[in-house]
């Protein structure tokens, strides 16, 4: 069955620490996934998606077919970086999106 | 970016009435729109895909009865919540894919709709 695990439900760390949110999926096919980010009273918005590979706010994440992990990942977090992340696997040719439970990162000064 | 827009953001009925809430798409066409839920601390679970001009197509468990979807024209679907109650209480998602950006994958959300049901 495809399923998207974000094992931590909150990360805490110091600003100009580096931040690692885990994502693996499970999915038979060949993966589509995402990074959504939910900032406090907005609405949900992609950040990044693994097929652009892409850097956005200094954030990057690289599909890891061996492991079927795809970890968001930032050299150094700030405190405006504090949100709710999810991680999302698309099916269907883009026509449903998997949602992890998602990950809080709060970013203390 | 395109706009998805829900109305109402807070709606709070009583136990056996029914609610409906809007999805719309402000700059652009949406032939399908998603609906999804949110407990507290949970994450979004898929309820029904909203097909314009046809029926929506429901996730496993999710009851088309009640929860009933109409997408009616390429800028507004509704989920009617029949004789909600109290467990039906949540929050509402819906989102849209623009097909101006070319099949990208990336889905535009609502601000969402937080249903109470008393």
């Known amino acids: 069955a495809q399923r998207v695990t974000q094992p931590e439900k909150l990360l805490s760390v110091f600003k100009g620490a580096p931040v690692e949110l885990k994502c693996n999926y499970s999915y038979s096919g060949s993966p589509e996934l995402f990074w959504y980010v939910q900032y406090s009273r907005q609405r949900l918005q992609l950040l990044l998606r693994?097929?652009s590979r892409e850097s956005i706010k200094g954030f990057t994440a690289d599909l890891n077919k061996g492991e079927t992990s795809f970890h968001l990942k930032k050299p150094f977090a700030q405190e405006e970086d504090s949100a709710m992340y999810y991680c999302?696997?698309?099916?269907?040719?883009?026509?449903?999106?998997?949602f992890g439970a998602g990950t809080r990162l709060a970013v203390h000064p | 970016g395109a706009v998805v827009s829900q109305h109402p953001s807070r709606v709070i009925c009583k136990s056996g009435t029914s609610v409906k809430i809007e999805c719309r798409s402000l700059?652009?066409?949406?032939?399908?729109m998603f609906w999804y839920r949110q407990f507290p601390k949970q994450s979004l679970m898929l309820m029904a895909t909203s097909n314009e001009g046809s029926k929506a197509t429901y996730e496993q468990g999710v009851e088309k009865d009640k929860f009933l979807i109409n997408h009616a024209s390429l800028t507004l679907s509704t989920l009617t919540v029949t004789s909600a109650h109290p467990e039906d209480s949540s929050f509402y998602i819906c989102?849209?894919?623009?097909?101006?950006?070319?099949?990208?994958?990336?889905?535009?959300f609502g601000e969402g709709s937080r249903l109470t049901v008393l």
């Open positions: 989102s849209a894919r623009d097909p101006g950006q070319g099949g990208t994958g990336e889905l535009f």
């Open positions: 693994h097929i």
């Open positions: 700059d652009f066409q949406a032939t399908t």
């Open positions: 999302a696997l698309a099916q269907g040719g883009y026509n449903k999106l998997i």
